[in-house]
């Protein structure tokens, strides 16, 4: 019987969970996925949004200035990057309007440090824009991280504070009991609770309507991103966004914490909530959109792809309610990365308004060590710890310089990786040039070998995702 349970492993639980750990309060995390970070949190924009977006005294605009303010401190303390790297919304003269627009309602919202700024300070401080563009709004705020290493870090830190996280864990059905409610899976497990979070993302329509909440719909809306090669990553040192429309921020050109360039999302609704494959159509897009901002990018430099799902509410604005001891949270699509640290303080203090959290534990571990301590070490501090254990001194992935110490401490450190991709968003190896190509043989067989399973059974992604069949060669 535990006391909380969340529904979700994506950056908004995981933060909640976090938050709720330090009190002396039985939680578990159930996702339905193999891995945390599988939802919208493992495909987006990865960017800290200012807040001058979101329609002034909306929820979405609340959650998104005090995300903003919180998210440097929490990456801190987390171990996760952070860069203030800024953000311009550039737009032509015929849309100085709109810009200035977004200023008034920026200082509306309490962001600080906005200015509008002309063409040629704006071809100053960005060279590669696009020199028909007329002005731009500054957001010196704005920043940069990395959403699934947040997720990581988030749901880690929770586990080693005593938080049990159940994967593979798809709930069909909830049934209220007396003072407690009863989680059903697919598999036919139980888990009994006295209070529920549902931070199921795409999917908290559907668990909202097994409480007896059917008043909200979320809908999908599919965004197609390129990843370009780690020597464009200063391409542009800040975020360039057009001026947005209702289908979102448009398509946008970043650095990331990692050293590439990120190109997108495009914005198409659909219906089929797992539909995440790209498209030629959506290539076209990205060409085409990301060309109004910034000139000659180079495209033939494109290392991967991918495509992220967004949680669109049918309300326009954030959702989050509680009724009889369940809260529900809907319709966090952008900026919920932002606002995700604002929200687990928000549900905090709700549920202590409720009386649901009582006292805080001694012991509560605050802080958390980097994943990627190891390659931000000076080279006399590397060899230290390759002598008393020189598994960190074996290369296996070439691109990122990633080494079999660091693949095994992902293989077993809270959360622990349990297939190649897990492996790869707590690494990086296999995100490089190759792609994998060369790493993928190794991180396999480290995988087998620190849980304990046959080679064949290794998978890439979870069920369905095996990679290799029968071995050709030896036994080793």
Excluded: W
């Amino acid at each position: 019987m535990f006391d909380i349970t969340v529904i979700g492993a994506g950056v908004v639980g995981g933060l909640i969970a976090e938050a709720l750990a330090k009190y002396d309060k039985k939680i578990c995390i159930l996702e339905k996925a193999h891995d945390v970070a599988m939802g919208a949190t493992r495909a987006n924009s990865a960017i800290v949004h200012a807040g001058f977006d979101a329609k002034e005294g909306s929820l979405k605009a609340k959650m998104n200035v005090r995300g903003s303010e919180l998210m440097e401190g929490v990456c801190r303390r987390l171990g996760v990057k952070f860069i203030n790297n800024e953000a311009l919304v550039v737009g032509f003269e015929n849309e100085r309007a709109e810009v200035e627009a977004l200023y008034e309602r920026g200082l509306r919202n309490g962001v600080r440090g906005l200015s509008v700024i002309e063409r040629d300070e704006m071809l100053t401080i960005e060279p590669n824009l696009n020199p028909k563009l007329s002005c731009a709004l500054l957001a010196k705020t704005s920043a940069i991280i990395c959403p699934y290493e947040l997720c990581l870090a988030a749901v880690g830190n929770a586990m080693d504070n005593g938080v049990v996280l159940t994967l593979d864990y798809e709930v069909t059905s909830i049934e209220k009991k007396g003072e407690k409610y009863v989680i059903r899976s697919a598999d036919g497990r139980e888990t009994e609770t006295r209070y529920i979070i549902n931070s199921a993302g795409l999917f908290s329509d559907e668990i909202a309507k097994m409480t007896g909440d059917g008043d909200f719909k979320v809908n999908p809306r599919r965004g197609e991103y390129m990843v370009l090669d780690k020597e464009c990553g200063n391409f542009t040192k800040r975020t360039i966004f057009h001026t947005p429309t209702k289908m979102g921020k448009g398509i946008l050109v970043s650095p990331t914490v990692d050293g590439n360039l990120l190109v997108g999302p495009t914005s198409v609704d659909i219906e089929d909530k797992s539909d995440n494959s790209t498209t030629a159509e959506g290539f076209a897009q990205l060409f085409s959109g990301a060309a109004d901002n910034v000139s000659n990018i180079p495209f033939n430099k494109v290392i991967t792809s991918f495509c992220g799902l967004r949680a669109t509410g049918n309300t326009g604005d954030f959702i989050i309610k509680e009724r009889d001891g369940v809260i529900t949270l809907g319709g966090i699509e952008s900026p919920g990365l932002t606002s995700s640290p604002a929200i687990a303080e928000y549900i905090e203090k709700m549920l202590s308004d409720m009386g649901a959290l009582g006292e805080k534990k001694e012991g509560f571990i605050s802080e958390r060590k980097p994943a990627h301590y190891f390659r931000e070490l000076s080279m006399e501090e590397k060899n230290e710890i390759i002598k008393k254990d020189p598994a960190y001194g074996r290369i296996v992935c070439r691109c990122e310089s990633i080494t079999e110490g660091e693949i095994v401490e992902a293989l077993t450190v809270n959360p622990p990786a349990r297939d190649v991709d897990g492996v790869k968003r707590r690494t990086r190896s296999g995100m490089g040039r190759c792609q994998g190509g060369f790493c993928s043989p190794t991180v396999i067989a480290l995988i087998a070998r620190e849980h304990d399973i046959p080679f064949e059974s290794v998978t890439k992604f979870g069920k369905g995702s095996v990679i290799n069949y029968r071995r050709t060669k030896g036994d080793e």
